[in-house]
């Protein structure tokens, strides 16, 4: 079945169980990830991955894995990413089963409307299947609440709002913070705190401070030499995950303008029709970066920093290293194009 953006919440924090796939899509990842991250906690389940090639191989190995008992005893949800349409012979028998031990969890990604798997998953009552979109404005602060409440913060729509934009309406992102923010002012969900400007100030300036979109800028623009400068002043404790994060929100704000600039429509209008949807100081950029790529250039980046963001997900730690070399690469790629 199909859940609601208002459902979801207490779908997660309240598992049924009568469902035994979870299927998180849409081009918000990091959302669908959190909500992943959500739904085993409130299982009290430790994550099993099954790699979706091993389960386009045996369809049944789901199945297995599903049914299978946890050799010490605790609960287990199995862990699917990405999951495409190879997993739906494997997910239609899972659903088929008499029965399973273990939900399966799955991540997809952005799926179109005439995917097997999200009909199977939307048809199924004994799936769930709900499509995260990036939040902004409201939305955005309301996502900032909903998640410090669960560390028991208690936030005004000023300072959510701050939060939003600092973490780039990214809710993993912001999920680190708020949990950094609860330890500093001893919030708990047995405790409650307010939070205020000033813990933000203190605990938060490294975040404000930073400007994760300007590297995803500078690699699309094609900028090598000063993208090299800004990746070696980064500070030794940053993270490789929320600047990959920063490079996918700028390729969805990308993807459909240059699709209708593809399908005829001239670029100053298309600008002209974003409006205030984009930054008054991002629209010189924005109108060089449609100049500068085309529908495929951009397919291949969003599927590369996808496969980087997974690999950063799944390693012993965050590896900034890979990540300098994919952002100067597409850079190297955005300087042949000028």
């Known amino acids: 079945m ?62 297995d894995e599903a049914g299978a008992m946890s050799l010490f005893g605790g609960k287990r949800a199995i862990w699917v990413e990405p999951a495409r349409e190879e997993v739906f012979a494997g997910v239609e028998a899972l659903l088929q089963a008499p029965a399973a031990e273990s939900p399966v969890i799955a ?43 669960r560390f028991g913060l208690k936030i005004a729509p000023p300072v959510a709002a701050r939060l939003a934009e600092a973490c780039g309406n990214d809710q993993a992102v912001a999920a680190q913070e708020l949990q950094k923010l609860a330890l500093y002012i001893d919030a708990s969900p047995q405790g409650p705190r307010e939070l205020d400007d000033g813990a933000v100030d203190a605990v938060g300036a490294e975040l404000e401070g930073s400007d994760l979109p300007r590297l995803a800028d500078l690699a699309l623009a094609g900028e090598v030499g000063e993208l090299a400068d800004e990746l070696a002043r980064l500070p030794g404790a940053a993270e490789a995950i929320p600047i990959v994060r920063a490079l996918h929100r700028r390729l969805l704000m990308l993807a459909p303008a240059l699709a209708r600039i593809e399908r005829g429509e001239r670029p100053d ?46 390693s012993p730690a965050p590896d900034r290293e890979a990540l300098g ?6 850079a190297r790629a955005a300087r042949g194009r000028c």
């Open 325 to 330: 070399e994919e952002l100067l690469s597409i």
């Open 2 to 63: 199909k859940a609601a953006k208002a459902g979801i919440g207490r779908a997660v924090d309240r598992p049924s169980p009568d469902i035994r796939f979870y299927l998180f899509h849409g081009p918000d990842e990091a959302q669908s990830r959190a909500l992943g991250d959500r739904l085993l906690q409130s299982l009290a389940a430790e994550r099993f991955i099954v790699a979706s090639g091993a389960v386009k191989t045996d369809p049944a190995a789901l199945v």
């Open 107 to 149: 991540i997809a990604g952005a799926l179109p409307k005439s995917s097997a798997l999200l009909k199977l998953a939307e048809s199924s009552p004994a799936a769930l299947a709900f499509a995260a979109y990036v939040p902004e404005g409201a939305d955005a602060q309301r996502m900032v609440i909903d998640v410090g409440r």
């Open 269 to 314: 209008a298309v600008m002209t029709a974003l409006g205030k949807s984009l930054f008054w100081k991002d629209k010189a950029l924005f109108g060089k970066l449609l100049a500068l790529w085309d529908a495929k250039g951009l397919a291949r980046i969003t599927e590369r920093a996808g496969q980087l963001e997974r690999g950063l997900l799944f």
